[in-house]
């Protein structure tokens, strides 16, 4: 959840609390979450599993900076809703790690791929508003800053700052006017229950009796867009709540404890349901 940025583009690829949806998807930039621009004409849920990253594995913690408990990697996902269908295809380089995510939903697509050289992770978005974003990650292999260029000459950047258990505290939004908006976070047992930041605050409350996996739509959608989870925590996302808006989240799990699907609404006719796939070896 990064704060929002108040420049004027019309196409916003900035994650802003807001509890429209689990994840948004905007000109080849995919984001998730309760995190929703109302800028964004498709900022509708579609999953998070555009999952917020990179290497996709089914895992059961957040925290894991390599998610790959056990053998299985999310391959797809399918979003679907009041008059639409969504479709995300991940696809692997051969060193396991997430190299393409591919969109479509009948009129619009778009493909992220990823490039790993050092310390950064360099995105080249096709597609619908074609684009680069810039992952430059720190000593620890979190994400120091973020980069996204789009269009001529304009960008958007985003910082981050951890404490000592490199747990997120704040993420500023530098505007396109060059002032800064800024969100801090505070935790519960290891959880984000909290975001606050100029325009209003946003909180979230997990099952507890679920340890966090890449297939949180929480987790997918940082690690899609961005190859890193910089949003961590210890416990499945149950909802998130804006205002007077509380949007909830339920799944469904195979035998083995994989999420399989699940559904996000806030009560009304905006509930989504969404499906994932996966390749188990």
Same mark, same amino acid.
């Not at 998070?48 to 996709?56: D, H, R, T, W």
């Not at 996902?77 to 393409?100: A, H, I």
């Not at 800053?145 to 001529?152: T, W």
């Not at 949007?247 to 404890?257: H, V």
């Given at each position: ?20 949806g %689990? ?38 913690h ?25 479709n ?8 396991g ?34 684009g680069i974003?810039?992952?430059f ?14 269009g ?8 981050f700052?951890y404490?000592?258990n ?16 800024t ?11 909290? %975001? ?17 996996s ?50 996000q ?17």
């Amino acid at each position: 959840m990064l704060p929002a940025s108040c420049d004027d583009r019309p196409v916003t690829r900035n994650l802003t609390p807001s509890a429209q949806g %689990v994840l948004r998807v905007k000109a080849g930039r995919v984001s998730f979450g309760p995190t929703i621009n109302k800028t964004s004409t498709m900022y509708r849920f579609t999953l998070a599993m555009i999952f917020f990253g990179s290497m996709l594995f089914f895992s059961c913690h957040k925290h894991s900076d390599h998610p790959a408990s056990g053998s299985c990697k999310v391959t797809g996902l399918q979003v679907k809703g009041n008059g639409f269908t969504e479709n995300y295809v991940m696809g692997y380089g051969s060193d396991g790690k997430l190299s393409t995510v591919q969109y479509s939903d009948g009129s619009t697509s778009f493909t992220r791929s990823f490039t790993y050289s050092g310390s950064m992770i360099i995105i080249t978005i096709t597609g619908t508003s074609p684009g680069i974003d810039t992952v430059f990650l720190n000593a620890n292999g979190d994400a120091d800053h973020i980069v996204m260029h789009y269009g001529v000459n304009m960008f958007s950047e985003y910082t981050f700052t951890y404490d000592g258990n490199r747990q997120l505290t704040s993420s500023t939004a530098y505007t396109a006017g060059g002032g800064t908006i800024t969100a801090t976070y505070q935790y519960t047992n290891g959880d984000i229950t909290q %975001v606050d930041e100029p325009g209003g605050s946003f909180s979230y409350a997990y099952y507890t009796d679920k340890a966090s996996s890449m297939s949180d739509p929480e987790v997918l959608g940082q690690w899609v867009q961005f190859g890193v989870v910089y949003q961590k925590g210890r416990h499945l996302t149950k909802s998130s709540t804006a205002g007077s808006v509380t949007e909830t989240l339920t799944y469904t799990f195979d035998e083995s404890g994989k999420i399989t699907g699940g559904s996000q609404s806030s009560g009304g006719s905006d509930a989504m349901t969404f499906t994932y796939s996966y390749d188990c070896q």
